[in-house]
């Protein structure tokens, strides 16, 4: 059985850097067959895709374009865990903030989230 | 970047009716679309990946169907734990997008 599990602070002030980390157990953040994500929720926005990492031959990341500038996401294979890294945050990315197991790319294109981190709300304020 | 839609946003129904969701894609995304239930406090839930392919563990009344740009969620009879909010993904291009959602009230 996968399981998510996340960290980090639930209060970042405006202009600082967001840092969240997901641990994983029950697969490998290098499987060749998964990609591990960060997704977001907010009122406003919905749900938003981040961005995601993952393993194939060599180490690969996709992110949103409207936070491609500002976004990092790292995997650390001897922790088996990956981290979100947002700059410059501003309240509008207040939000909670999930990481997800990505899988089923032979079938499912980019794939579904099939596993999910059990979500930290991030509130971006002074 | 693939735009979802969704409809109805809201429906109130009674336990033991039949409900469908409908999900619309911007351009055809093939069958690559999955659904997911979500609960206040809660994580989203897969329910249906590839369009019409049950997830593990999820109850047979959920089913999904559609191709192209125009795919339906549908619970055949309405349970109580079926009070949520449903979500449409598209996995067919980067970015993966997101539906607005569809919140199943009761009647």
């Known amino acids: 059985q996968v399981q998510l599990q996340q960290s980090g602070p639930g209060l970042v002030k405006p202009s600082q850097t967001l840092s969240l980390t997901c641990a994983i157990s029950g697969d490998s953040v290098s499987s060749n067959s998964a990609a591990w994500n960060w997704i977001r929720q907010s009122p406003s926005r919905g749900l938003e895709w981040l961005g995601r990492t993952y393993y194939r031959s060599k180490w690969y990341n996709d992110y949103a374009v409207s936070v491609k500038s500002r976004i990092t996401i790292n995997p650390d294979t001897s922790k088996n865990q990956f981290s979100l890294q947002l700059n410059s945050v501003t309240p509008e990315d207040t939000a909670v903030y999930y990481c997800?197991?990505?899988?089923?790319?032979?079938?499912?294109?980019?794939?579904?989230?099939?596993?999910w981190g059990q979500g930290t709300l991030v509130t971006v304020s002074s | 970047d693939i735009q979802m839609t969704q409809s109805p946003s809201s429906l109130s129904a009674s336990v033991g009716d039949r409900v469908t969701i409908t999900c619309r894609a911007s351009q055809s995304i093939s069958s690559y679309l999955n659904w997911y239930q979500q609960k206040p406090g809660k994580a989203p839930k897969l329910l249906i990946y590839?369009?019409?392919s049950l997830q593990s563990g999820v109850p047979s009344r959920f089913s999904g169907s559609g191709s192209g740009t125009d795919f339906t969620l549908t619970i055949s009879s309405l349970q109580p734990e079926d009070f949520a909010t449903y979500y449409c993904?598209?996995?067919?291009?980067?970015?993966?997008?997101f539906g607005p959602g569809t919140k199943v009230d009761i009647k």
């Open positions: 590839a369009a019409s």
């Open positions: 993904q598209q996995s067919y291009s980067t970015p993966d997008t």
């Open positions: 997800a197991r990505g899988a089923g790319i032979a079938v499912a294109g980019t794939g579904y989230f099939d596993y």
